[in-house]
């Protein structure tokens, strides 16, 4: 706990604007390498520790996580973001029949898809989850947030144990509430970006637990009373879902699953930084990164503990 001080014609359509020009002297790797690297460098920096034949699956994985993360941001319309989800819905279908489209990152899934068994349930998971997020793109409740980041975060976490070919209760369940952690950390770091966009992903249930009126963060930000209360519970909520992933694998991490598990030392810097600053999510500090981050991953690597 915290010291609290204070179809064919869309397929088509994406193609044209988005996959073909990305093709050339890049190969479908070198390309999710170079994406993850631009928009997760977090998660670029963990990929050192991933087996260096695996590595492209890794970055495979993630870039299609990031990729559809973003759509909800580049888009002028829900109907273009439905169109762009429908291109991953048919993607995936396609790389199970061994037939993926000219996209590099449906090529790099497809060869990752060789390398081990990756369950379509866990892409269209993601894909279902994101899609429902255009039309509505907050939670009302806890809950929902949570069932939200099973459905986005975690079902990304089961993909990569699947990876490694690392089947285990255990493992999964640990997965499933650092994906929460991982979830709750990126929005109240996402909170500034987010409020200038009209969109408050802190749920309705804490705010309005501390008189937050969410008109008036879209307006004046940190100056906004109760606000400083409403990060504060969210970020514990998030913390106690990291501590309970710990505590489940409170005898050290396996050796071969801690590349996964490294996710949640990012998580815990931000969670360490927030309290830094009394829980102001709008502190530029927040926004910052670590520059200890790398040596961090290293040590909890070595360590076995996240």
């Known amino acids: 706990m915290f010291a609290r001080k204070f179809q064919c014609t869309t397929t088509s359509l994406f193609r044209a604007r988005n996959t073909f020009r990305t093709f050339g002297t890049t190969s479908p790797e070198e390309y999710c390498r170079d994406f993850v690297q ?23 994985l993630k870039a299609f996580s990031t990729e559809l993360a973003m759509i909800q941001d580049n888009i002028s319309n829900a109907t273009i973001g439905k169109m762009r989800m429908q291109f991953w819905k048919d993607a995936v279908k396609a790389i199970g029949t061994g037939n993926p489209p000219r996209h590099p990152i449906a090529q790099a899934l497809y060869q990752a898809s060789l390398q081990a068994n990756l369950p379509t349930y866990h892409f269209k998971r993601i894909i279902d989850a994101r899609d429902a997020e255009l039309q509505v793109p907050v939670h009302l409740t806890v809950d929902s947030l949570t069932a939200h980041s099973e459905s986005t975060s975690s079902s990304l976490l089961y993909l990569l144990l699947s990876l490694l070919s690392l089947p285990s209760s255990t493992l999964s369940h640990a997965a499933s509430h650092l994906g929460a952690a991982q979830t709750f950390t990126t929005l109240i770091r996402a909170l500034p970006f987010h409020a200038k966009n009209r969109r408050m992903v802190i749920p309705s249930e804490i705010t309005a637990k501390h008189g937050v009126v969410q008109e008036d963060v879209f307006r004046s930000g940190p100056a906004v009373q109760g606000i400083d209360d409403a990060v504060y519970e969210f970020a514990t909520l998030a913390n106690d879902h990291l501590d309970t992933a710990r505590n489940m694998l409170k005898e050290g991490v396996p050796q071969a699953a801690m590349p996964v598990f490294l996710a949640g030392v990012p998580v815990s810097s931000i969670l360490k930084q927030l309290e830094k600053v009394n829980f102001d999510a709008f502190d530029s500090r927040v926004q910052i990164r670590d520059w200890k981050l790398p040596w961090m991953i290293w040590k909890g690597y070595y360590r076995r503990a996240f």
């Open 38 to 60: 631009k928009h997760d460098y977090e998660a670029y920096l963990i990929a050192q520790f991933w087996p260096r034949e695996l590595r492209g699956g890794y970055f495979a």
